[in-house]
């Protein structure tokens, strides 16, 4: 005889209400998001502590709350078992029906301006009740939030991946130089690296990116003179553009101009460099839904060799 599972001594509403304390901080703004009271609230995570035996949760007045780290663990569980009950639900009602619910898609943050709009673009459109919730970051804080269950899946670059990840390759791209459009070396087809070694070099210092352009240099016995740190993308053209120095970047925008319209220069690498493969992640430990399994076949008929995601794919 099959042994009877026992049934849990909390409920998902108890989940739920924790979830929403963790995210707004406070125990009142979890009350005005979730649209009930804040003894309601306070009730539930006082049961559900009390269900688990352990303490979420610090409450200090005037300061809000702050988790233990067995309330960050819980957090992590509780947002999967949450989403997986959603796709219970979702999968219950429409069978193969079209797709609901909520899609939380991350992106390394100097890939975003090129890849997702044509991606929300063109899945948007085959799935209009569907919303996708998108968030821009480094690498490092994107992996955090994928394993801790913020996120369903990001796009990322295949640089320092946590083993912990699952992964489909979407496309690859080629580092290049960037220079100012009237730098004595621009009419050049390729530039070595060595020919850049004596200017000032832009770093973006956006984990891996950072980590990669000087790994690169070291790799062919380069040593860099970095002047410059910027913390995003359009900064670094920003400053090339003005000749304050050259940059290593991998993104390719249509546009050679700044946002101050100073022309650029994308020079290929006179040395063999690795094209660098870009993917979309997820926790190994996860089993995707409907929703990230459609966005994933999605994906992979949008990328094209060249880098550029089309929003045409068919889904």
Known sequence: MTELMKAPRFSLRQL???????????????????????????????????????????????????????????????????????????????????????LSVGCFVTMAPTVLPPLLQGFSALHPGLTVDFTEDTQDVLQRR????????????????????????????????????????ADRPAVSLHDVAEEPMVLLDAPPSSHHSLGLCHRFGMVPRVSYRPGTYE?????VGRGLGYSILVQRPANDRTYEGFRVAVKEIAEPVDAEAVLLAWPRAVRLNRRAEEFLRFCRGAARSDGVMSPTAEA
């Not at 007045?61 to 796709?87: C, W, Y």
């Not at 900064?235 to 400053?239: D, E, F, T, W």
């Open 16 to 102: 739920s209400y924790f979830v929403a304390i963790a995210e707004t901080g406070t125990i009142s703004a979890a009350a005005e998001r979730l649209h009930i009271s804040q003894p309601a609230v306070s009730l539930a995570l006082n049961d559900l502590e009390r269900a688990l035996k352990v303490q979420l949760c610090v409450r200090r007045k005037s300061h809000g709350i702050t988790l233990t780290p067995t309330g960050n663990q819980v957090l992590r569980r509780a947002r999967q078992l949450l989403r997986q009950a959603e796709d219970l639900e979702g999968e219950a009602s429409a069978g193969e029906g079209p797709l609901t619910g909520v």
């Open 146 to 185: 994928l394993l801790s269950g913020e996120l369903d899946l990001a796009v990322i670059y295949d640089m320092d991946v946590l083993p912990e990840m699952a992964r489909a390759e979407l496309f690859s791209v080629r580092p290049h130089i960037l220079l100012a459009a009237d730098h004595p070396l």
């Open 235 to 239: 900064v670094a053209r920003a400053l």
